[in-house]
């Protein structure tokens, strides 16, 4: 029996090895997971044998190499398409051929065609986002990001935050026209945005603040140096406002109001399109004994843009950025995860895949209940504790030596055995 029992040892010893050699060997493999060899004693078994309280175990046998999912570390890098999960919950991958393979090695990269893939060119799954940047949940598809640029938008809404000055004189004239817009003594104050035509071209739009009276405020326009209302000769207001005594929130006008921006020759040359109905809210002005500012001028309208940057947010929205400033959602990456992860079956190449062991997967979005949340521009690393492994390949070096040891001991009682007379 002792060849028997020596030699499992020596077997059991030599597949610790391989496990620590495993481990080892993929310590800077990132999204990696160690691995444990898992050992149990054999006994012989006889048909009506006793209790067995005197029974000698025959070795031992490797019952498992059992993979242990713990977090690794996240370290930074400075690619935006590296990912990194902080929790649990696996990447989802396919070739188009194979079943739906799981990843935490996130080392993601943007293929000709706009795919997003790891280095096996294996496809990440998530979910695609319509032409408005609105994710469309449910079947997880392989995500392609935009290759195209983004198609201009009209003005359509324009608001205005500022305080005029309480404590400034009336700058409406007695007589003839109601403005000079080369007279700055006609008005108080001023100041400028860029609205956009349907072509997306540029529109310099300035609205002038003049004093008609108390708490009440004319304010013309000009888009492109032409006015919005009247003539060139005698403009006229595009609406009053008027304030109560405390100088608060303007009585009227009370609700947004409708102005038309008309075509006009822009600074290059070009005519710029009308843009009729644009709504104009000035609720957020106030008339307070301070001096004129404007904390915000708002307007929904953009030109045409080009995909300048791609971003992946913590909940796995793929947000695309363009030239002109506007970004919107061009999908949303689905993780996946399981009951008994350590059923699953590692197929190389950082990926693994389910088994009846590892049960079926189920899916969300980052960050949503027990699924982890991404970090973009980040890796995990491997959770290989590689002092650890140092140390138990030294023990199981002494293991495969004691086992050997076993063997010869045996060896000489044989020898002892078959010499005597």
């Not at 919950?89 to 795919?115: H, W």
Request: glycine residues 12%; without cysteine; neutral net charge.
């Amino acid at each position: 029996m002792g060849f028997q029992q020596g030699l499992s040892g020596l077997n059991a010893a030599s597949k610790s090895l391989d496990v620590i050699g495993h481990n080892i060997a993929n310590a800077n493999t990132f999204g990696n997971k160690a691995s444990r060899a898992e050992f149990g004693d054999m006994y012989a078994n006889a048909l009506g044998g006793g209790g067995g309280a005197n029974n000698i175990g025959i070795g031992v046998n490797v019952q498992a190499v059992a993979q242990q999912f713990t977090q690794g570390n996240i370290t930074t890098t400075q690619n935006p398409m590296d990912l990194a999960i902080n929790g649990g919950g696996f990447f989802q991958v396919t070739d188009g051929k194979n079943p739906v393979m799981y990843s935490r090695n996130g080392q993601f990269k943007v293929d000709r065609e706009g795919y997003i893939i790891n280095n096996k060119r294996q496809q990440l799954l998530g979910y695609p986002a319509n032409g408005q940047g609105v994710v469309q949940p449910g079947v997880a598809t392989a995500l392609k990001l935009p290759t195209g640029g983004i198609n201009p938008q009209v003005t359509t809404k324009v608001s205005i935050e500022a305080n005029l000055d309480a404590r400034l004189a009336v700058t409406a004239p007695a007589s003839g026209p109601q403005i000079n817009f080369s007279d700055p003594k006609t008005y108080n104050n001023a100041t400028s945005m860029t609205a956009y035509d349907a072509k997306g071209q540029e529109i310099a739009v300035t609205y002038y603040f003049q004093k008609a009276g108390t708490d009440s405020w004319n304010v013309f326009a000009t888009a492109n140096g032409s006015t919005l209302a009247g003539t060139a000769a005698a403009p006229t207001p595009i609406t009053t406002v008027n304030f109560p005594p405390n100088g608060s929130a303007p009585t009227a006008p009370a609700a947004p109001f409708a102005i038309n921006i008309p075509s006009a020759t822009n600074i290059n040359g070009a005519q710029t399109m009308a843009v009729p109905g644009v709504m104009l809210d000035v609720k957020g002005m106030t008339q307070y004994g301070s001096g004129f500012t404007v904390s915000n001028v708002q307007q929904d309208g953009y030109s045409a843009g080009q995909l300048s940057s791609i971003t992946i947010e913590g909940n796995g929205i793929v947000l695309a950025r363009y030239s002109n400033g506007q970004s919107k959602p061009a999908g949303q990456i689905e993780l996946a995860t399981f009951r008994n992860p350590q059923g699953l079956q590692p197929l190389g190449d950082n990926v693994w895949g389910r088994t009846f062991a590892s049960g079926d997967p189920t899916v969300s979005t980052p960050g949503v209940g027990n699924y982890g949340s991404l970090q973009s521009g980040a890796l995990e690393e491997s959770n290989v504790d590689l002092t650890g492994e140092l140390v138990g390949m030294i023990v199981a070096q002494r293991v495969y030596q004691a086992n050997a040891q076993t063997v010869k001991t045996q060896d000489s009682v044989l020898q002892t055995l078959v010499s005597m007379r």
